[in-house]
Each structure stands twice: as structure tokens, then as C-alpha cells.
């Protein structure tokens, strides 16, 4: 208690201000079996982890799969929900890895209110197109959340008809 008011702090909760948080990459490796990914994103929602990527995929493995998380908390409260989704019983791994650790790439597909012809300025920044219309034209483009981004809001003065992102996928550097 102090100055007569009384504070209480959660277990797995950091008093960290929300600018030590930081996005920690969880790549997590667990046997494919029914209830096995429900598990593991069950205990995401209830540790209100808040998972700004979220990928489910295949590993070269038989009857394996990866979920890579990217998560915004403190160093404390991803280090309690590593060991905790260490404890599940269809887990074999989990890595927490921070930025400077992986090698993340997201893929963003823009369908953007301009025809193929005035979408060059797409492709010169890496883009490629997939498909065109007479009104619309399908970029397709790969890079880092940041870049993700800012294509974009690059693309946002042609008009954005419809967009879909993957989120980010990772390796360790090692």
C-alpha cells in the first residue's frame, strides 16, 4: 500500500510502461492431433496475449505443424507464457525470438482501382502484378511488416479496392 492506496499486480503481469513492450516472434512446433492448435491458441486468449501475426503451417515433418505468433507484452510476461505453452501436451518446441533474432516476411495482395498499365509504379517498388481488368489491377508484394505497410499506403492514392495480408512468417537466423 501506498499513500493509502493499495495496488495489486497480477502474476505474469509486468510493471513495465507500455514503451519497454516489445513484438516478441513465438515460433511454436507441436504435433498435429485434434484439439492440439485449439490448446495453444486457448492459451493465447487466456493469458490476453494479443497476437498481432498469427500463421498456422505445415513443417517438412510428418503429422507436425508450426504456429508462428507475433506478440506485443513485456519480457516477463512472454517469458511466463513461453514456459506455459512449453507445458501443453502436443508441444515439442517453442522458440521466442525477438526481431533482431529472425528472418520475417509478410505478403500483402492489393487489388487496386487502376488498370495494369497505370500500375507500373507497383512494380517498380518490387511489386508484381497477378491480374487486371479494365478497372482493376492484383499486386502482389512481399517484405517486412514496416515495408508491408508502407506499400501500402503507397497504393492508398490509386484506391484500394480490396487488400489481403498473410501476416509474418519466420525463421531463426541460426
Not at 137 to 161: K, M, N, P, R
Amino acid at each position: 500500500m501506498a499513500n493509502g492506496i493499495s495496488t495489486t499486480i497480477r502474476t505474469g503481469q509486468s510493471t513495465l510502461s507500455q514503451g519497454a513492450e516489445q513484438v516478441h516472434t513465438l515460433i511454436i512446433t507441436l504435433q498435429e492431433r485434434p484439439g492440439s492448435v485449439d490448446r495453444v491458441v486457448g492459451l493465447l486468449r487466456r493469458r490476453r496475449a494479443s497476437p498481432r501475426s498469427l500463421i498456422l503451417t505445415q513443417t517438412g515433418l510428418p503429422e507436425q505443424v508450426c504456429i508462428t505468433a507475433q506478440v506485443r507484452d513485456s519480457e516477463v510476461a512472454i517469458d511466463q507464457l513461453t514456459e506455459q505453452l512449453r507445458k501443453l501436451v502436443d508441444v515439442y518446441q517453442v522458440q521466442n525470438l525477438t526481431a533482431a533474432e529472425i528472418i520475417a516476411q509478410e505478403l500483402v495482395l492489393i487489388k487496386i482501382n487502376v488498370p495494369a498499365e497505370r500500375a507500373v509504379q507497383a512494380q517498380q517498388s518490387g511489386a508484381q502484378i497477378i491480374a487486371s481488368t479494365a478497372q482493376t489491377t492484383t499486386i502482389s508484394y512481399t517484405g517486412t511488416h514496416e515495408q508491408v505497410d508502407a506499400f501500402i499506403a503507397s497504393c492508398e492514392e490509386s484506391g484500394i479496392h480490396e487488400i489481403a495480408r498473410s501476416g509474418s512468417v519466420a525463421l531463426s537466423r541460426e
